[in-house]
């Protein structure tokens, strides 16, 4: 069974950064794409970061350019979300996904955690 466990959200003041992991169950993790999305209140999910199973390219939402890396270390079964320069903004349940080849930026991915919260004050 694939479980998906993110961890690393928390209360951050703008400006600040906070490093979210997420650690998968899964015996072939390295050939799995890796998303992280994000959903705040009342608003629908969407696509953050994501990246191969390779490592590289990794792939962002223009909201996030330049602020957030994606990383993943394929002996651990890990991938990671460095995120910088938070903002208000950027408040929301961060979920992590898996997809067996492939790195959709929708949320066509087969497995998902149950999310961590990031909640960034101003």
């Known amino acids: 069974q694939v479980q998906l466990v993110e961890s690393g959200g928390g209360l951050v003041q703008a400006g600040g950064s906070l490093r979210l992991s997420c650690a998968a169950s899964?015996?072939?993790?390295?050939?799995?794409?890796m998303g992280w999305f994000r959903q705040a209140p009342g608003k629908e999910r969407e696509f953050v970061a994501g990246i191969t199973r390779y490592g590289r390219p990794a792939y962002y939402a223009d909201f996030v350019k330049g602020r957030f890396t994606i990383s993943r270390d394929n002996a651990k079964n890990t991938v990671y979300l460095q995120m910088d320069s938070l903002e208000p903004e950027d408040t929301a349940v961060y979920y992590c996904?898996?997809?067996?080849?492939?790195?959709?930026?929708?949320?066509?991915?087969?497995?998902w955690g149950q999310g961590t919260q990031v909640t960034v004050s101003s």
């Open positions: 996904a898996a997809r067996n080849q492939m790195v959709p930026t929708t949320t066509l991915y087969n497995y």
């Open positions: 899964i015996r072939t993790f390295s050939t799995y794409g």
